[in-house]
């Protein structure tokens, strides 16, 4: 059965989903009013083209929610390409309106709120472009949401076929049984219900007669639509009575268990992982560190840099951007991503004011680059014990060689590791998991230090324990990350309480030798470490015994 045959609604309601274990989310329209943005576009495409404009009606419904080829065939079906440019080309004019104004659909980040704190999976699956999913991602502040996102074109089909969403579910390793769907479009709605999936429709845009002929299982205004918090409310209790009747090893309410399949889901490795304190990890074997903000208090240099530079280049409207525009857009993260963000339909442009930023901190930074309060009392901790180090990092290479030469740290460091050296930066975990790699250590004896939100995301993703520092990030919003530890810097009584406990049960397990042996073999820096040149090398050991944990 196709998406287009497919008339039959969803007999299952939201409730009947619990233990909920995803949630899924169209974009366009439905985290964002970007369909005003695209009729914009597509009205000044008519008219430079000398076409008649359609009204509102003709782009709800024929247009809206469909796949740009598909577009393409509709207004140009004699002239496919031309009709593929034409689309390029009102893409980069709504990403121009959007990079300026994409408000949020009203009640979304109560929602996702309310999906953090139940540790639920969830991916954004859209027909929109690649670039386009990427802006409305990032200026709407969820990269660090979502656990992945679905391209239609990465698809065999897309929606209004089902392919994209059953793409979903394969690789959040859920079950259709216990996820939900939030669409806005009679496209998005039919690819849904095709999937499986029961489907919240938003009317956004679109009358509500016109998304019913998709049945979707329930329609709201947005998120803040009573309807949709009643049926919330019901899942929150269904799954308490689940819980009762199925007692489980569970222990906290972050999130649902993944009764009904065999795989461990990604919230079950994610409570492992808080439940896991830095004591438990003895032996201890290794500790891995981000640079900007963890090392030293770099952060107020880039904010300056940012508050300088951006009003030269008209963003905003000229208006200098304050912390709070700083912390949720930029702090922590890869210098690619923020480039989308300034110059969205020009990428080339876009690196090259970063690397122009880059420089005038690096200027900034040469001069004056204190280390967070503490920390040379930790990496003499750290060096006593001959455990390994390495610097995980998003910052660009010259960037990394400055910090953590002016913090005189190039011989404590056995590697460091760039975010663009990996497949993915962070938050994704691949710079974690090349650090545990390189290093040949285990995640379950080695803790991370992390200031931001989507470096200690990526550190829980990577299966470690994290000490988040709230050296310029509030703790609030470092919360949400479910890092193991907040601390105020490294001298935190807190830290140092874990530390010696930490010790106390690596003395207690016999796994290593005694703390006075290792610091008397340890506590000298190697005369033969060479200079550091290169970002990403590796201290050969002669001496098997030197590091902590190893036989």
Known sequence: ??????????????????????????????????????YIAFCQMFAEMGMEVPDVEFLSKNIAGKHNDDVAAILFPDDVPKGIKFMQDAEAKFRRLASENLPSIKGLYKLTKWIEDRGLKRAAVTNASKQNAELMISKLGLQDFFHLVVVGSECERAKPYPDPYLKALQLLQVSKDHTFVCEDSLPGIKAGVAAGLPVVGLTTNYPENLLREANPTVLIKDYEDPKLWDNLEQVDKKREEFLEKHPLEFPNNLGYPNYFAEEISLQRLLVKTLMKSIPD????????????????????????????????????????????????????????????????????????????????????????????????????WIE???????????????????????????????????????????????????????????????????????????????????????????????????????????????????????????????????????????????????QFKEVLYIQEVEDPGYYLGMP
């Open 281 to 380: 990890l003895a032996p201890l074997e290794a500790v891995l560190f981000d640079v900007d903000g963890t090392l030293c208090d770099s952060d107020p240099l880039h904010y300056q840099v940012y508050r300088e530079m951006l009003p030269e280049i008209g963003f905003n409207n000229g208006v200098p951007i304050d912390e709070e525009f700083f912390i949720k857009n930029f702090a922590g993260k890869h210098n690619p991503d923020i480039a989308v963000i300034l110059y969205p339909d020009d990428i080339p442009r876009g690196m090259k004011f970063m690397e122009d930023k880059e420089e005038r901190f690096r200027s900034l930074a040469s001069e004056n680059l204190p280390p967070i309060k503490g920390l040379h009392k930790l990496t003499k």
């Open 1 to 38: 059965m196709t998406a287009g045959e497919n008339s039959v609604q969803s007999k299952k309601c939201i409730p009947d989903l619990a233990p909920l274990e995803a949630v899924l989310f169209d974009i366009d329209g439905t985290l964002c009013d970007s369909d005003p943005l695209h």
């Open 384 to 530: 006593d014990r001959g455990l390994k180090r390495a610097a995980v990092t998003n910052a660009p290479k010259p960037n990394a060689e400055l910090m953590i030469s002016k913090l005189g740290l190039k011989d404590f460091f056995d590697v460091v590791i760039l975010g663009s050296d990996c497949e993915r930066a962070k938050p994704y975990p691949d710079p974690y998991l090349k650090a545990l790699e390189v290093l040949k250590v285990s995640k379950d004896h080695t803790f991370i230090c992390e200031d931001s939100k989507s470096g200690i995301k990526a550190g829980v993703a990577a299966g470690m324990p994290v000490v988040g520092l709230t050296t310029r990030n509030p703790e609030s919003v470092l919360i949400e990350a479910n890092p193991t530890l907040l601390v105020k810097d490294y001298e935190d009584p807190k830290l140092w309480e874990a530390l010696e406990e930490l010790d106390k049960r690596g003395v207690e397990s016999g796994a290593h030798p005694s703390l006075s042996m290792i610091c008397s073999s340890s506590s000298t820096p190697q005369a033969n470490r060479e």
